[in-house]
């Protein structure tokens, strides 16, 4: 109770446009209350249908306790069930990912089907309901190829959501993309900086050549105005989404499209394209698809790639993150890209803001820390942060 009075205190004396205040960052007691009020209660991106492409194939997704399973049934059905024996309560997938067409409990062996249903119980008694005994379910949403999963008791609204990301995902034909890669990383960062660094350019002309390189006016300060006007005139008549969805009271999600350097293919390091076009796209001209959703989720797509971040808190100091590149259904390695060119961009712009986030870590610690003014730059970090106290606040 008394940890409750200290957080609701502090989200009372939160000045919006200013960092947090220390312990939001630092301690458990608002790590706790943050998982409760936001994690809890929110659509997480889980991963992408192409982590699953076959009937059986599963991935596990690790929300601190809970280890949820997240399984392609038949039809192409996805579940996500917590994973978690009926029985006596054993993990029953042990690995991160596989395949199985039944989840065998490794313990006594109870067998269940992929829609969760409990198909045996070896020696249970005859008149056993096995109908009371199926997985514990969590609540999962298909859009476009990306899976979204949530915790909490009654599932929340997802039809927002699903109606921003479907017109900028929809040309990609993701869920027949084919995955080329996931990388995982532990970043020594509360989780809001990671969301925080990712949600403004003020620092990429100092901290990402790569990137200013390949996007134009990244930098903040060239004018990029006309240039984008007139891409934005090309893009609208080969029917591509360019409306900005900005997040706004009761919605989690931020969409843009914005254009790549003049001459500039996609996200490389050289500037030149990676792979063929996916999906319905001919050619390497359709900018960048910046896609956020709160908590979780960021994705920035080119033409011939999709790159996703799924950002997981492990508590207040320990962040893990997971990269994932997506290219079309036809796309070969070898033949149509280089895996080591398709993920180099990220693999450098991730590194350099994972050294930034971490060192804004380090500072935030120090005793002589105190919240400081956001820059005007910096407006989509002020709204990410007035959510999370909202969410916060809501939860007390
Ligand atoms: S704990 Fe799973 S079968 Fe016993
Ligand atoms: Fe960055």
Not at 68 to 75: E, H, L, P, Y
């Amino acid at each position: 109770m008394i940890y409750r009075e200290r957080i609701a205190s502090y989200v009372k004396s939160y000045k919006s446009g200013y960092s947090l205040e220390q312990p939001f960052y630092t301690e458990s007691d608002f790590f706790e209350a943050e998982w409760k009020s936001i994690f809890k209660t929110s659509w997480l991106y889980a991963g992408s249908i192409a982590q699953i492409p076959k009937a059986g194939d599963y991935f596990l997704y690790h929300l601190r306790h809970d280890s949820v399973i997240v399984i392609r049934g038949s039809q192409d059905k996805v579940h996500a069930h917590y994973n978690t024996c009926r029985h006596r309560g054993s993990a029953i997938c042990l690995e991160e990912s596989g395949h199985a067409t039944r989840l065998v409990c490794p313990y006594h062996l109870w067998v269940y089907d992929t829609d969760g249903a409990l198909l045996k119980a070896r020696m249970m008694p005859d008149d056993f309901p096995k109908e009371q005994f199926g997985l514990r379910p969590v609540h999962v949403r298909v859009v476009e190829g990306l899976i979204f999963i949530s915790l909490a008791s009654e599932a929340p609204d997802f039809s927002t959501i699903e109606r921003s990301l479907t017109p900028y995902l929809k040309p990609y034909h993701l869920p027949q993309a084919k995955l080329a890669a996931c990388k995982n990383y532990t970043l020594q960062a509360n989780w809001k900086l990671v969301a925080e660094n990712f949600r403004e350019c003020y620092h990429c002309g100092g901290a990402h050549p790569e990137y200013c390189n390949a996007v134009a006016g990244a930098n903040l300060i060239e004018n990029v105005d006309e240039l984008t006007a007139t891409k934005q005139k090309v893009w609208s008549e080969k029917g591509l989404e360019t409306k900005l969805v900005e997040v706004t009271e009761g919605t989690t999600t931020y969409a843009v499209r914005y254009p790549l350097r003049p001459g500039v293919e996609s996200y490389s390091v050289d500037g030149r394209k990676i792979s063929i076009p996916m999906g319905q796209h001919t050619d390497h001209d359709a900018g960048v698809v910046g896609l956020v959703n709160y908590p979780n989720f960021w994705m920035d797509a080119v033409s011939d790639y999709v790159w996703t971040m799924r950002v997981t808190p492990i508590d207040a100091a320990t962040t893990h993150v997971q990269f994932c590149w997506l290219v079309d259904g036809k796309a070969e390695e070898g033949k149509d890209f280089e895996l080591e060119r398709l993920t180099k961009f990220w693999e450098v712009t991730g590194e350099q803001d994972a050294r930034l986030c971490e060192n804004n870590y380090l500072g935030i610690k120090s005793s002589a820390y105190a919240p400081g003014p956001y820059a005007p730059v910096e407006d989509q970090v002020v709204n990410f942060v007035d959510w999370c106290v909202e969410k916060l606040k809501a939860g007390l």
